[in-house]
């Protein structure tokens, strides 16, 4: 199949991780959604060849990275490269923290992006600009 729909409900419940990639049938990268109880202390990790992008879907991420210390919330960005300790955590006390995590390697593919309506190639050029 060439696409797959679900959303993290569908996916499972409570804390923890769920699978996004194993259940949408990604391929080309990996990625999982993390859901922490409030105060929740992430974990401090690396890896070998994956970098990550994380995105804070809702409540307040502690980001600890290379002596810095972060907050981000609803719609913050953190990419680390792979082999840089990292770690996560659930910044709120009586909010859920809900993350979705990207992760690959072998860099970018360079734009390749097509219209299959030639009316839409105006419109794309103007859209946020």
């Known amino acids: 199949m060439s696409h797959n729909f679900g959303s993290l409900d569908e996916l499972g419940e409570g804390y923890g991780f769920r699978k996004v990639r ?21 974990f401090h990790h690396y890896h070998d060849t994956q970098d990550e992008l994380y995105f804070v879907h809702s409540g307040s991420a502690r980001v600890e990275v290379e002596g810095e210390e972060r907050i981000l919330g609803p719609g913050g960005l953190f990419h680390v490269e792979a082999t840089t300790p990292r770690r996560v955590s659930n910044a709120s006390e009586t909010e859920d923290l809900v993350l979705l995590v990207v992760g690959g390697k ?16 105006a419109r794309r050029a103007g859209f946020g600009s």
């Open 106 to 121: 072998d860099g970018y593919v360079e734009r390749d992006g097509h219209m299959v309506d030639e009316a839409d190639i």
């Open 22 to 42: 194993r259940e949408l049938g990604v391929t080309a990268f990996g990625v999982n959604a993390v859901v922490m109880p409030p105060g929740y202390l992430g």
